[in-house]
């Protein structure tokens, strides 16, 4: 209700007056949120996860070794919200949906008696302050690569956005505080430099692992990880998860445990069989960097790619070089819709067109029909790639339009058409 109140104040409030006082105005909802629920994070284990990629299926992996270590747990991601043995889909098009929401979302755990909660954490939610009075115990930066750039206005503001999550742990009153960090990343060291009692990194580089068509196989300290998962960043994401683990106490048995119970992670990834002989794959990945280490997973074989460009108004610099990793590992490409917002969704398709010479291109603006096109190309033995929303609830167009979507729930109608069932 306070939030709703503030926001209503807003509108009254001249403009440029409002975007000088925003910091304050977020920054007292943070605690006027906190103080309303009676700062609940004080009495929970809190893990912040940030990162550029991986948050959510390290956070997904990280409650998976809570609770196969016996403690009940509360997660809080872009896929959905759990608190013990309840889910739900997360259908609000942000990870943090605000700062009442993130104080009640924990408020909701203690009452139902988690003693752990795992919280992805990112940029935009940091700017806003939506992850204040979250008191943590660990964070977990999975990497940092170039993205929201539009949004902060650099690279380096976007950095320090993340920067100010670790600063929140430093000051939290809980002791040890624990820090784990991508050693492989370049931008890693800069989250060792807080000044925090326990500083662990990982590194897949410096681990030995194999992978086939089964999923990964990772040798941890005395232990070999076995996960169904697969990929460069499923190998980044379980190091991180299992060295947080590790620096809290968690048995290698119990980590070992967890790390095996991920099966799927939701749009991360994630098959879609109805008995067809190829195969058809949606993930999340929306940025050319991330969408080239899906493609790699499936090298030698032919690879229909289907995906969009993220986000109207927002990173327009990566449209090309997405077009590019396409042209380079893709034997068809569909270019479709995905969340244009006000922007028309045919410039932003012919923007993605311009990074690919010298090879045939569909532009399907509809994407159902563009996932129905590449499904129907598809002979035996191929990998029908969906990249761009992975859980996505909606596809945002002009004026604040929502169509709700679920790119698996497509693809699972549609070749239900294709096959007759």
Request: no cysteine.
């Given at each position: 209700m306070i939030e709703r109140i503030l926001r209503t104040i807003r509108f009254f409030i001249p403009k440029q007056l409002y975007q000088f006082f925003q910091p304050f105005y977020h920054y007292l909802l943070a605690i006027l949120g906190a103080f309303f629920y009676g700062f609940p994070a004080q009495?929970?284990?809190?893990?912040?996860?940030?990162?550029?990629?991986?948050?959510?299926?390290?956070?997904?992996?990280?409650?998976?070794?809570?609770?196969?270590?016996?403690?009940?747990?509360?997660?809080?991601?872009?896929?959905?919200?759990?608190?013990?043995?309840?889910s739900e889909r997360n259908l609000y098009k942000m990870t943090m949906p605000g700062r009442f929401f993130v104080q009640k979302f924990l408020h909701k755990a203690v009452k139902a008696g988690c003693t752990h909660a795992v919280i992805e954490m990112t940029s935009e939610g940091s700017r806003q302050h939506r992850h204040r009075y979250t008191e943590m115990n660990a964070l977990v930066v999975t990497n940092l690569t170039p993205e929201h750039i539009e949004s902060h206005g650099s690279f380096e503001k976007y950095k320090e956005a993340k920067l100010s999550i670790a600063r929140e742990l430093a000051i939290s009153s809980k002791h040890p505080r624990i820090i784990v960090s991508n050693a492989?990343?370049?931008?890693?060291r800069d989250f060792m430099r807080i000044e925090i009692e326990k500083k662990l990194s990982f590194s897949r580089q410096k681990t030995a692992y194999s992978e086939n068509e089964s999923g990964i196989l990772i040798h941890f300290g005395n232990i070999d990880l076995t996960s169904?998962?697969?990929?460069?960043i499923n190998v980044e994401n379980i190091l991180a998860a299992a060295t947080l683990a590790e620096a809290?106490?968690?048995?290698?048995?119990?980590?070992?445990?967890?790390?095996?119970?991920?099966?799927?992670?939701?749009?991360?990834?994630?098959?879609?069989?109805?008995?067809?002989?190829?195969?058809?794959?949606?993930?999340y990945a929306h940025t050319a960097d991330s969408m080239e280490k899906v493609y790699k997973i499936f090298e030698g074989k032919r690879k229909i790619c289907i995906f969009g460009a993220t986000g109207g108004g927002r990173d327009k610099w990566k449209r090309p070089v997405m077009g590019q990793i396409a042209r380079k590992y893709c034997d068809e490409i569909i270019l479709t819709n995905d969340d244009p917002y006000d922007e028309d969704p045919m410039q932003i398709a012919e923007e993605v067109k311009s990074g690919i010479k010298n090879k045939k291109v569909k532009i399907i603006i509809d994407r159902r029909e563009a996932i129905k096109e590449g499904l129907s190309v598809a002979g035996q033995g191929d990998v029908v790639l969906i990249t761009?929303?992975?859980?996505?609830?909606?596809?945002?167009?002009?004026?604040?339009?929502?169509?709700?979507?679920?790119?698996?729930?497509?693809?699972?109608?549609?070749?239900?058409?294709?096959?007759?069932?």
């Open positions: 009495k929970l284990f809190v893990v912040g996860i940030t990162g550029t990629k991986g948050k959510s299926s390290t956070a997904e992996l990280i409650s998976l070794i809570f609770e196969s270590a016996g403690y009940k747990t509360a997660l809080l991601s872009t896929i959905h919200f759990k608190i013990g043995g309840k492989d990343d370049e931008h890693g169904p998962l697969r990929g460069d809290v106490g968690i048995s290698e048995n119990k980590i070992k445990e967890g790390i095996a119970m991920a099966s799927v992670i939701e749009g991360r990834l994630e098959k879609v069989s109805l008995g067809q002989p190829f195969e058809v794959v949606v993930d761009g929303k992975g859980t996505d609830p909606y596809i945002m167009g002009a004026n604040g339009a929502k169509i709700p979507w679920d790119d698996r729930k497509v693809v699972r109608e549609e070749l239900q058409n294709l096959l007759g069932k």
